[in-house]
């Protein structure tokens, strides 16, 4: 890890692919109790959103994406919008402190490209699993 303790990966949510530094194979997601420090969303112009998210107790960058999947699934919701597309992701972590940095745009008809989500879908799953939402 470097000075800054930046990780930076690309997430394709759609295809389920995500670049870290643990394999998901090597990550024990039994013993999971995240707290969820709070999400800050800022709208960067027309339909582009960029959420600022903070987590503890995080097992891996998936852990946090999921938490800024879930703040742009709600944000979509309540601007009126059915489904949002992943455009980047930046994670940090350091002293067990997670941060997220995610972009997406949000849109009412189903957006093109690899990452996107449907909105209605993802609060649903986020709510189930216990990740709030904004």
Not at 13 to 35: I, K, N, Q, Y
Not at 73 to 79: E, N
Not at 80 to 107: K, M
Not at 115 to 128: G, K, Q
Request: charged share 20%; proline share 4%.
């Amino acid at each position: 890890m470097s000075g800054t303790g930046w990780h930076v990966g690309v997430v394709m949510l759609g295809m389920g692919a995500l670049t870290g530094c643990v394999s998901p194979e090597t990550v024990d997601r039994s013993d999971f109790t995240p707290v969820y420090n709070g999400i800050e969303t800022r709208l960067l112009e027309g339909d582009l959103v960029s959420f600022l998210v903070q987590m503890q107790g995080a097992r891996d960058n998936e852990d946090v994406v999921d938490y800024a999947e879930c703040a742009a699934a709600q944000y979509a919701l309540i601007r009126g919008y059915g489904f949002a597309r992943h455009v980047r992701t930046n994670v940090q972590q350091e002293g067990g402190l997670w941060r997220a940095d995610a972009v997406y745009t949000i849109s009412p008809a189903l957006p093109r490209g690899l990452s996107m989500i449907d909105a209605e879908v993802t609060v649903s799953n986020c709510a189930e699993t216990g990740i709030p939402t904004v």
